[in-house]
Nanobody
Framework: QVQLVESGGGLVQTGGSLRLSCAASGTIFSINTMGWYRQAPGKQRDLVATITSGGITNYADSVKGRFTISRDNAKNMVYLQMNSLKPEDTAVYYC????????????????WGQGTQVTVST
């Protein structure tokens, strides 16, 4: 069993900053790609940023230059530093991980966190 738990969401004014954290725990053998997705009310869940175990990053165009994803492989943590926040960044942010478990390390599984709300006020 693997759990992803996000923290760090909240209410911030336009132009402000927030840092999201996600902790992975459980029967983890290794974690491949980790990332952040977001879902605004009435919209689909969209990719925000991903990072491989080797540190290669990928960002949605809408957040490039404002958001930075990072991870601590030793702690099974991934972070999202969000700067210059805009009202359109308001959404539930979900942590995502591609995990190989100790009982079946040859097969990667996708796991999601429960989500954390980010609200950017005007």
């Amino acid at each position: 069993q693997v759990q992803l738990v996000e923290s760090g969401g909240g209410l911030v004014q336009t132009g402000g900053s927030l840092r999201l954290s996600c902790a992975a725990s459980g029967t983890i053998f290794s974690i491949n790609t980790m990332g952040w997705y977001r879902q605004a009310p009435g919209k689909q869940r969209d990719l925000v940023a991903t990072i491989t175990s080797g540190g290669i990053t990928n960002y949605a165009d809408s957040v490039k230059g404002r958001f930075t994803i990072s991870r601590d492989n030793a702690k099974n943590m991934v972070y999202l530093q969000m700067n210059s926040l805009k009202p359109e960044d308001t959404a539930v942010y979900y942590c995502h991980g591609v995990v190989r478990t100790t009982y079946r390390p040859a097969v990667p599984y996708t796991y999601w966190g429960q989500g954390t709300q980010v609200t950017v006020s005007t």
